[in-house]
């Protein structure tokens, strides 16, 4: 039933299944070309197995690392290989845990993720750590760092899936997403052949701990984006880890908590309302704000005033129209990312990611304010072809995008800045003439994603890492960048022939996605830090953006707490953070560890007053002063580690207090001290 020729070998291959399946439409013959398919490619000596995982490669969710020849043996094992910053391997994520809830460990059936980098930032474990917990994943991931598997397995692209069944048969090699109504079908076949076979165990896997639990002590998550609404001074951002949607006054202080913890898809009041994932927030006005609701594959509107959520494009599913058109939510969408206005219009502009274009929804009939004409409620395509390239064009259609991730709009130039992650470039789209043209980083060559790298200079001799956020700055007439995979800002000078300059910062970020001028400042969504910060031009420096609750703040868990008599005329002590570990444990590279101060009243019933946040040192020792506050004050320590243990990466987190007593007497020398052992 093979009707194309097997290879040299004579050996019946996975392609020449794919070939025979799909050439026929009845599900019995489909079925029955599975059965016959198995049952000679398993016996075949032939047939190509799979190698075993590298011996010396890290790997998360799992306290030991797993030998597909002994711990996988017995099992029908579905290898992702994927690198987190592609969209398309996103999109792979729900379809794998769809296939996960329907197949148990028990029953046979693994996930096993294979994480092959394609930026050098994607290659730290930590960063790999952080993208897990972000996307949720809960199946073991393996840093294949130094392409091993990438290459045994003969993988030239993201997102490619490999199906080994239980004696190390290679059984399947898929390539790109779409494939879950046919890998539903298969593994249910191959399982139950499998079965009465007797081929499968239903052993469960050794020391499998799941790491996708979310690190952020404080109020936010990994956020994504940020905006901020001058004429109301407040600000929203999108809290994308927890799901949620937060709108703050200019001092950050939450008004309004819209979505979260958990991902759904609701309309409704603010009670009800839920998100995925949410990216792009803008306000239209100061009671109007439209996010890019991410993993909902939709545009949603926040009434402020009547505290309502509704979706105005896109319909939770995934679409694959490139050209769209249809009116509000009957239109399917694709990863939105971020979103902007130009000046007086009712078009909101879209960076859908997904479809590597940008789009446009009508708010309202076409106000003939840009090149391409609309009705109200349409949402369609306005640049880009579709295809994932680097191309610059006088015609809007036939450029091409690769995954949009941030839009700004410019008034002095009517036109849109993009950050194009892909291409590690900025491009700009102009709403006068639908030209797109090249602005800072990639390649000329339009099919080169891989010219990034960290250098400053002009057009595409500036090299980016993979930005996610543009931000215009109208009174310098300067463009920022979230120059994410650098973990920098950088600022674009337009009017010297697009130079570009990096932003010297007095502190350590990781992974900017989302920026925001906030009056004459720049607000920056710090998202693996999980913290906004705010850098001040003027005088160059950076300081933490106290996003805060009126909740209580008292910590879930305390690992310890202890008193300490302060002098009230210098409200002064001394802390020391010591962290006892055996030689065995080393701290994990390049990860977001930290630790952070932060105070609040003694009744916990306050938001916080203040806080320090510090880089990770394995020993602190340093004089805190405690601030001026009307009720008596309590320290809390929060500390996240990531640390490295015979090869498995995990998490360490800490948290202590302090509960200051105010004494009369000079006491210069007070000290509170906590250890923290690691076995």
């Not at 498995?648 to 001290?673: F, Q, T, W």
Request: include cysteine.
């Amino acid at each position: 039933m093979f009707d194309e020729p097997l290879s040299d070998s004579g050996r019946i291959g996975p392609e020449s299944f794919i070939y025979s399946y799909r050439s026929v439409k009845s599900s019995s013959e489909q079925r029955q070309i599975t059965l016959d398919y198995l049952e000679r490619v398993l016996k075949d000596e032939s047939s190509i197995k799979a190698k075993e995982f590298p011996a010396d490669a890290e790997w998360i969710n799992t306290n030991s690392p797993l030998s597909l020849h002994k711990d996988l043996k017995g099992k029908l094992v579905l290898l992702d290989f994927f690198t987190y910053c592609c969209i398309n391997c996103m999109h792979v994520l729900p379809d794998l845990k769809i296939l996960e809830d329907k197949f148990s460990i028990e029953s046979g059936f693994v996930v096993v993720g294979v994480h092959y980098a394609k930026f050098k930032n994607e290659k730290q474990t930590g960063n790999i750590v952080s993208a897990v917990k972000r996307y949720g994943i809960s199946h073991p991931v393996i840093n294949d760092c130094n392409g091993i598997m990438w290459d045994n397995f003969n993988v030239n692209c993201w997102p490619s899936l490999v199906l080994i069944g239980p004696n190390g048969t290679i059984l399947l090699v898929l390539h790109g997403e779409g494939h879950l109504d046919f890998l539903t079908n298969f593994i249910g076949e191959t399982l139950s052949f499998l079965n009465c076979k007797k081929y499968l165990s239903d052993h469960s896997l050794p020391q499998i701990q799941i790491t996708n639990e979310l690190t952020s002590f404080g109020m936010l998550a990994y956020p994504g984006k940020i905006a901020y609404d001058k004429s109301s001074k407040r600000l929203a951002i999108s809290d994308s880890g927890h799901h949620r949607i937060l709108i703050t006054d200019k001092s950050g202080l939450v008004l309004h908590t819209i979505g979260g913890l958990d991902p759904g898809f609701e309309d409704g009041k603010f009670s009800v309302a839920k998100f995925n994932s949410p990216q792009g927030v803008v306000f239209k006005e100061s009671n109007l704000l439209y996010v890019a609701d991410n993993e909902n594959h939709a545009i949603r509107e926040i009434d402020l005033d009547n505290e309502l959520v509704k979706t105005v494009a896109g319909n939770g599913t995934q679409g694959n129209d490139h050209v769209g058109g249809k009116l509000w939510d009957k239109q399917e969408i694709s990863s939105p990312w971020d979103l902007c206005f130009s000046k007086n219009t009712n078009v909101l502009f879209i960076a859908m990611a997904g479809h590597h274009q940008i789009w446009a929804l009508y708010l309202c009939d076409d106000d003939q304010t840009f090149f391409k004409k609309g009705s109200k409620g349409q949402c369609k395509s306005i640049a880009g072809s579709g295809r994932e390239e680097n191309r610059n064009n006088h015609y809007a259609h036939a450029a091409a995008f690769a995954q949009p991730s941030g839009l700004a709009y410019s008034a002095e130039r009517h036109s849109i800045f993009v950050a194009d992650s892909e291409s590690s470039s900025v491009r700009e789209l102009n709403l006068t003439t639908g030209q797109v043209s090249g602005v800072v980083g990639g390649n000329k060559n339009p099919l080169d994603l891989f010219a990034f790298g960290d250098k400053d200079g002009f057009d595409f001799d500036a090299k980016l890492q993979h930005p996610l956020g543009v931000s215009w700055d109208e009174n310098s007439k300067k463009l920022y960048i979230a120059d994410s995979y650098n973990h920098k800002i950088k600022i674009v000078e337009l009017s010297t022939k697009n130079g570009c300059s990096t932003v010297k910062l007095d502190t350590k970020l990781n992974e900017p996605a989302g920026i925001s001028m906030f009056e004459n400042n720049l607000l920056i969504a710090d998202t693996n830090n999980n913290c906004i910060k705010l850098y001040n031009p003027e005088n160059s420096s950076v300081s933490l953006f106290p996003v805060s609750s009126m909740e209580s703040s008292k910590p879930k868990h305390i690992n310890a707490e202890k008193s300490v008599e302060m002098d009230t005329s210098t409200r002064k002590f001394n802390l020391v953070l010591k962290i006892d570990k055996p030689s065995s444990v080393c701290y994990t590279e390049n990860a977001p560890s930290f630790w952070r101060i932060s105070f609040t009243d003694e009744s916990w019933g306050k938001s916080t007053i203040d806080e320090i946040r510090m880089d990770f040192k394995p020993t602190v020792n340093t004089e805190i002063t405690i601030p001026l506050s009307e009720n008596a004050v309590k320290v809390l320590i929060d500390g996240v580690i990531y640390i490295c243990r015979n090869s498995v990466c995990s998490v360490e987190k800490i948290c202590y207090v302090v509960n200051i007593k105010h004494s009369a007497h000079s006491n210069n020398d007070a000290v509170c001290e906590f250890t923290h052992v690691i076995s």
